[in-house]
């Protein structure tokens, strides 16, 4: 029950922290707080999410290190690549286009799910949690695209944040611009790559047609995450939101259900 919990956990302390370092940047208006507010702002709901998606049926499958790590290097990869392919398309077209953009970073996040998906089911602490068996497991490949979208978001956040204070010499509405991102972020980063990250797995699993289904997830993902960027509309966004978050809360349930039901068939 503790383990189901621990998103609530993450979150309070991470809130905590947050208004502490804010509450003395503001006061001392020392410069020197300003990363870590950056950080802790950035960081506190792409954590608090990853952890509720972990734990979800109460019970971790996917080691801690591994989500970290795929949140981590997930996040890093991601930018880096993307940024990348962002800057040559720029210097070739002259222009960066919208879907261009989509394709670039939905498929950067998934560097780190496709290399997890070969590496994970012969890690020995995974296999445990499994029976044993060297299996792809498609219920985890959610929390590995949740893990992977989410550190993308705080490093992109943490960017925005940081060219905003550049920019106005000061830090005021850096604090809103995180909020709003960390709000965001789970039906945007955290859904696109999460959902397309699960029908990866699913496709490694065997699942009929699950190549045609990642490739349909893939395209779906890539127009949300134009439409997102091109359509910064609030009845826009708010749609965007809304297909986003009940694909990724579908997800996340029917990924329940088969570890329920992958429990119930192994229990003697």
């Not at 709901?45 to 795929?70: H, L, M, N, Q």
């Not at 993902?221 to 009845?235: F, G, I, K, Y």
């Amino acid at each position: 029950m503790g383990r189901r919990f621990a998103w609530l956990g993450v979150l309070v302390v991470g809130l905590a922290m947050f208004l502490l370092v804010y509450r003395t940047l503001i006061r001392t208006q020392d410069p020197n707080f300003v990363p870590a507010m950056i950080l802790i702002g950035a960081s506190v709901v792409p954590a608090t999410f990853v952890t509720y998606v972990a734990s979800r049926d109460g019970r971790w499958r996917v080691p801690a290190s591994v989500v970290t790590g795929t949140a981590w290097f997930g996040g890093v990869l991601g930018t880096v690549v993307a940024g990348r392919l962002e800057y040559d398309t720029l210097r070739s077209l002259g222009a960066v286009p919208v879907l261009a953009v989509g394709v670039a970073e939905e498929a950067a996040k998934l560097i780190v799910p496709v290399a997890l998906v070969v590496i994970l089911p012969r890690l020995r602490s995974y296999r445990a949690r499994l029976g044993g068996a060297p299996r792809v497991n498609p219920a985890d490949g959610v929390v590995i695209g949740v893990a992977a979208g989410m550190g993308f978001a705080a490093l992109e956040t943490m960017g925005y944040a940081f060219v905003s204070i550049l920019n106005q010499h000061s830090i005021d509405g850096v604090e809103r611009l995180l909020f709003y991102r960390g709000l965001m972020s789970p039906v945007c980063h955290a859904a696109w790559t999460g959902l397309t990250s699960a029908a990866l797995w699913r496709w490694a699993a065997g699942v009929p047609h699950g190549g045609l289904r990642f490739v349909l997830t893939f395209a779906l993902a890539v127009m949300l995450h134009a439409t997102w960027d091109s359509l910064s509309t609030p009845p826009v966004m708010a749609t965007v939101a809304a297909i986003s978050g009940y694909g990724l809360f579908r997800e996340l349930h029917r990924s329940t259900l088969f570890v329920g039901d992958a429990v119930q068939a192994n229990s003697p």
